[in-house]
């Protein structure tokens, strides 16, 4: 089951933070160093809107939108969906403009804070119904949903720089169109449909319920992820914004790439087994998810630290080169570390409804990344930055670990530990090995390497328990 409805979301699960990456490397050949701030902090307004306007209603419809599949709790369901949206969205849009504005000092006219208003709310629409159609299991809409937007986004946006003009404000009502194709289109797939307003008290006092914990939580993850941002903002300007931002977002990009790939089956997957198997089979199988994502993350991780120079010798900007080799690697950290807590022991707190615990292991990353990336920043410039906002990840991920064993019984098998840790030794001491080379052939060379390295270790580490597991399900 995990594997079949792993394969099935794949699709959308890679194009999206695929374009999302590619975005943040070839923008960097268009903007300026300070139209590349303003367009990363429009982004960060975007989702601190998203955080604390749409997504305690996002979890509520990720959790229960399966179990309103007869017509009459659909028709339920599709009614105060409508009334929510309608109503969200104009908060949404004044809120995005107030606060684009109050996170810079630079100009802004009314039409750029048009723009980042339909940036916001399309991009939070879109966000929103790619949760419901993956809980839906409307595999088709999902992918629309999910990858349209940033496919189409890239793919506008180059022309909207190269040819309409080279600022921030055209990079968003590219991405503002190119979101709401894809909502036109995702949205003939899914079970909803439109339909007279109505605030169901019972339903939406149930989602308050189960998703007002996740806004204290959700706006602290916001700041964990753009308070780095924001203090950068602060002490080096829009220009310090615009020369952390490709790193930055790489990492948290990659570590969110990476888990994507299973999350989208693995949190159905483990409600699945509690509402069937209780709690033991989901733990059971939350452990095999911690298992899978720590299997993809440490070796994306370790292996893009080592190629980070070359890398962003041959695709980044000679601006934004020498800044994002050397915060690449801190950036990678943190976002693995992000993409664990977030898809490991935070999801056992989801599963088993500790939302207010969520909250407290945001709260701690949170306040540990303002903290400790105000001192970086300080004390040791932009490096310092990425090196606490790497260190407050590491705090909250093991935090997280903590709450979720003693709450949930959330566990990792030690063995499963031991044999991701050996062949990514492994891998990084293959790769550290070989000759330094330039352009493409020294990008090539240690990529291929550790892919055939980790591929070989892993394959010779897991293959007792596979064997082992196969032979279980013969049985």
């Not at 179990?67 to 949404?92: D, F, K, M, W, Y």
């Not at 629409?125 to 949903?145: M, N, Q, V, W, Y």
């Not at 194709?181 to 939406?204: Q, W």
């Not at 994306?300 to 190629?307: E, P, R, S, W």
């Amino acid at each position: 089951m995990l594997l079949g409805r792993t394969l099935r979301t794949l699709p959308g699960q890679i194009a999206g933070p695929l374009a999302q990456m590619a975005a943040a490397v070839a923008f960097t050949h268009y903007l300026s160093v300070e139209a590349l701030g303003i367009y990363a902090l429009a982004w960060a307004a975007q989702e601190l809107v998203y955080y604390g306007i749409v997504a305690w209603w996002t979890a509520y419809v990720q959790r229960h939108a399966a179990a309103h599949g007869a017509p009459e709790a659909l028709a339920r369901l599709n009614a105060a969906e409508t009334a929510v949206q309608i109503g969200s969205a104009i908060v949404q849009a004044i809120l995005a403009a107030a606060a684009i504005a109050a996170f810079t000092d630079a100009p802004l006219g009314t039409d750029f804070l048009a723009a980042v208003a339909a940036f916001t709310v399309t991009r939070n629409l879109a966000t929103h119904f790619a949760a419901r159609a993956r809980a839906e299991d409307s595999d088709l809409a999902f992918t629309i949903l999910q990858a349209g937007g940033p496919l189409g986004g890239l793919a506008l946006g180059l022309v909207a720089l190269a040819f309409v003009s080279p600022t921030a404000e055209a990079l968003l009502l590219a991405y503002a169109l190119a979101q709401g194709l894809s909502l036109a289109g995702g949205l003939v797939f899914m079970r909803f449909r439109p339909a007279r307003p109505r605030f169901d008290r019972v339903m939406l006092s149930a989602s308050w319920f189960y998703g007002a914990p996740l806004i204290a939580a959700n706006l602290l993850e916001w700041l964990a992820n753009h308070g780095v941002r924001l203090i950068v903002e602060m002490g080096a300007g829009a220009a310090g914004v615009g020369l952390v931002t490709t790193a930055w977002w790489l990492g948290l990009r990659i570590g969110a790439f990476v888990s994507l790939l299973v999350t989208g089956a693995t949190f159905a997957a483990a409600i699945r087994e509690l509402d069937h198997h209780g709690a033991e089979g989901a733990r059971a199988q939350l452990a095999d998810n911690g298992a899978l994502l720590l299997f993809l993350l440490a070796p994306a991780i370790a292996g893009g630290a080592l190629v980070a120079a070359p890398f962003a010798a041959l695709a980044v900007a000679e601006p934004f080169r020498a800044a994002t080799a050397a915060l690449l690697p801190l950036a990678l950290a943190a976002g693995g570390l992000k993409a664990f807590r977030e898809h490991g022991p935070e999801q056992a707190l989801l599963v088993f409804g500790r939302t207010r615990a969520a909250a407290l292991t945001a709260l701690i990353e949170a306040a540990s990344t303002v903290a400790l990336c105000a001192l970086g920043l300080a004390l040791w410039g932009l490096p310092g930055a990425l090196g606490g906002a790497a260190l407050a990840s590491l705090i909250g991920a093991a935090s997280a670990q903590a709450l979720a064993a003693r709450l949930t019984g959330y566990f990792l098998r030690r063995g499963d530990l031991a044999r991701i840790a050996a062949a990514t030794a492994l891998m990084t001491g293959a790769v550290a090995l070989l000759p330094q080379g330039d352009g493409w052939r020294g990008l090539a060379l240690p990529v291929l390497a550790g892919v055939l390295v980790y591929g070989l270790a892993a394959a010779a580490l897991w293959w007792p328990r596979l064997r082992a597991w196969r032979a279980a399900r013969r049985r």
